[in-house]
């Protein structure tokens, strides 16, 4: 499997892994992949198909995609390490895909996390010169970017590998992930976390404002592990199991986020009586409050005496 290659690389001297063990982490992987891919096709299906869609989920209709993705891949490469496949080079592909489903995701959480802050910050900007589909443009360019990225990697180190090259390149990687896109990341969601909380004139944040929040919670606490594990791991730095947890932390991050909009979409419903579509609807949806203060704002900024010459009384 793609984590117990990447763990050998160069681990001399290191204590050997459990079969057991490993199988038994293999395996909560699987099951983990298996329900994942179940509740991000929904998303997938739901958001793309049933749900009128707004710039937000935009983002989270390409999140779901990763996700998706990035389970499949696990998938595949769990089962073909519990029948003892022999895959040789299918080995590399395979976690070349991991690599860029869980880049994509990455990226595409600190684009959300940076344009919500911004939205509440500016709503003027966002309602009056925010690009109409600047959501699908970043999430396009987000997704070549990993590509690209995952691309020189898997040609570096498996096609052509050059040990040097392919171990700096991986190491910018990691630390592009880890020390540049999660600070971003946690700096923004912080920033909107405060103004919302700290506000004079405190108002309801939506379920909006709790899916992403909750969504990048769990980023940083079960997906964030694997790009520390990997940087370290090819500095020299190693670790019995590592970086196979974070792996499965990762899968358990990927299959948590469909239940984390169905949650907040259900949230005091107590019987739970509501359709996924509902329920996925009302969990991308702002409040009343959050959009009459967005309104608010801009009625203020547009008859302000500034910006209205009209105000200001007769030129001296």
Request: aromatic share 12%; hydrophobic share 50%.
């Amino acid at each position: 499997r793609g984590p117990t290659v990447v763990r050998d690389i160069g681990a001399v001297g290191q204590p050997e892994a459990s079969y057991t063990v490993l199988k038994f982490m293999e395996s909560f992987c699987l099951l983990s992949a298996a329900c994942g891919m179940v509740g991000n096709g929904l998303v997938l299906w739901y958001l793309g198909f049933r749900i009128r869609r707004n710039h937000f989920t935009v983002y989270i209709l390409n999140l779901a995609a990763a996700d998706f993705g990035y389970l499949l891949c696990i998938a595949v490469e769990t089962v073909q390490y519990l029948m003892q496949f022999n895959v040789g080079v299918q080995f590399g592909i395979f976690l070349f895909l991991d690599l860029f489903m869980y880049g994509t995701g990455l990226y595409l959480l600190t684009a959300i996390s940076i344009e919500r802050c911004l939205s509440v910050l500016s709503p003027i900007w966002c309602r009056m010169h925010r690009p109409k589909h600047l959501s699908a443009v970043v999430s396009g360019l987000l997704w070549a970017l990993s590509l690209l990225l995952n691309t020189l990697g898997y040609v570096l180190c498996t096609v052509r590998p050059s040990p040097r090259v392919c171990q700096r390149l991986l190491i910018a990687i990691g630390a592009l992930d880890f020390l540049v896109c999660t600070p971003l990341m946690l700096l923004f969601s912080l920033t909107l976390f405060l103004h919302v909380k700290c506000s004079s004139q405190p108002f309801q944040t939506g379920r909006l404002f709790t899916v992403i929040m909750l969504t990048i919670l769990l980023f940083v606490i079960f997906a964030v592990p694997l790009s520390v594990l990997i940087l370290l791991d090819f500095l020299g730095h190693k670790f019995l199991y590592s970086p196979e947890i974070g792996f499965v932390l990762s899968c358990v991050n990927s299959t948590l986020n469909p239940v984390i909009y169905f949650l907040v979409g259900s949230y005091r419903d107590r019987k739970f009586r509501l359709t996924l579509r509902l329920a996925f609807q009302r969990a991308f949806q702002d409040s009343k409050e959050v959009r009459e203060h967005m309104a608010l704002s801009l009625v203020l900024f547009l008859y302000s005496p500034w910006n209205n010459p009209h105000c200001l009384g007769p030129r001296v």
